[in-house]
């Protein structure tokens, strides 16, 4: 059964989503990485007994306590509450099949809750080894956490087999898995190296600073290297309908060449930073990198959305939540083929009963509803909003609601980057009768209520 219709007017509420989880990824993969560097530096550390570099990873353990636990829990539960009310049925369908491996995510990161409070208050009160074993608890847990969460994530971008079977371990390991995974864990180690950098430009000159600072820029050049060739893998391992989205939309290339754009500065800066130069951790210069790979981030994270366009799960549910195909391996049957015959109003529990039969009064706000269920979670009705509907239309040139029509059909074939549209024959003209309505200064004439009702 479908949910209410949730709109964010002017933004749209995938961008909400989107905002969200593009800040999250920095607390997130810090958290995960960061007490590898941790560890390594507390080894050296106690190894050359340098007091200076144990107060450093002292203080770099209290940034990760403070922003990965405090932002990033913040963030972690938005994501939860903006994805439950935009797409509650994808959020369930993840639930019901990846439940246990949530579960099993939680178990890890209760551990990693209390080694890092156990890590920072303990430091110098117990014995070095016994503090770095504490360390590599919650290391090794960090890490064990996102092992788990890209499985589901990349079950969302390729589901492999489950498509046919309906397995828990086909779709956890599924085509994109392990190059993901791969990837994301050089990416959370080179974002280790760019803050270790910016905590180090707080540090006095000095032999230590110069070695912090050479470690970080050695520590985020690699994995970056590595993490580009992992990158280069994921790519090649995506779905033909993903590559022909990434050439074929302009928006997704663009911030496509956005991350590879970045990618390449922050490979330079890593590189500078070997020199062991301090100007270069300065705070504001430092903050400004980590800006610049924030927007890499989002760059990054908008290709792989948009790349499985257009669907939330490739293979079963499309991007508005819709039924696309059927799931024989769950039971789960097709709703836009019994939209399209016996239309989308009739079968919809939330749809106002005086709106279910189309008829001369209520054709434009049945329009408008039909509109939003198949279009609002990617586009917003505005002219002026982040991807506008009538901004499309016109860019389109086709503004009548006869050829708006037309276009409604083909969607799912030939626009295969858009779903299909929900809703049968006279559903589907009074969706174009609306999205006329909101094209500006439309000089065509507006569709007849005999048209929309009865297609003359």
Known sequence: MLYPIFEF???????????????????????????WMAWYLERRGHATHDQELLDYIKRFALLILIFCFVTGSITGAGIWFASTIISPRAISGLIHNYVWGWATEWVFFLIEVVTIYTYYYTFGKVKPKTHMRIGLIYAWSAWISMVIITGILAFMMTPGKWLETGGFFDGFFNPTYWPQLFYRTMMMLAISGMFAALLAGFMKSGPTKTYVIKTAGRWGLISLSLGALFAVWYYFKLPANAHETLSGV????????????????????????LTGREILVKPVLALLMIVV????????????????????????????????????????KSEVTRYQEEGFLQNNYFVPPEWRRIDEKNYMQAGM????????????????????LPGLVTEM?????????????????DYNFMPAFSGNPQERRA????????????????PTAEWVVNGE
């Open 369 to 388: 509803l039909l509109t939003k269920a198949n279009c609002v979670i990617c586009h917003t009705m505005e002219v002026n909003g982040r991807s506008s």
């Open 293 to 332: 790979m924030f927007v890499g981030i989002g760059g990054g994270e908008s290709v792989r959305e948009y790349s499985r366009r257009p669907y939330l799960i490739p293979g079963v549910m499309y991007s508005n939540q819709i039924v696309a195909h059927d799931l024989e391996a769950k039971g789960i």
């Open 250 to 273: 302009p928006y997704d290339q663009i911030m496509f060449k956005i991350s590879l754009g970045i990618g390449a500065v922050m490979a330079l800066y890593f590189a500078l930073l």
């Open 431 to 446: 969706a174009a009768a609306f999205i006329a309505s909101i094209v500006p200064d439309n000089e065509n004439e507006p």
């Open 9 to 35: 007017p002017g933004v749209g509420g995938g961008m909400i989503i989107a905002a969200i989880a593009t800040f999250h990824i920095l607390p997130c993969h810090l958290a995960t990485g960061g007490f």
């Open 397 to 413: 040139g086709s503004t009548s609601a006869s050829e708006l029509n037309d276009f409604l059909e083909t969607m799912g074939e």
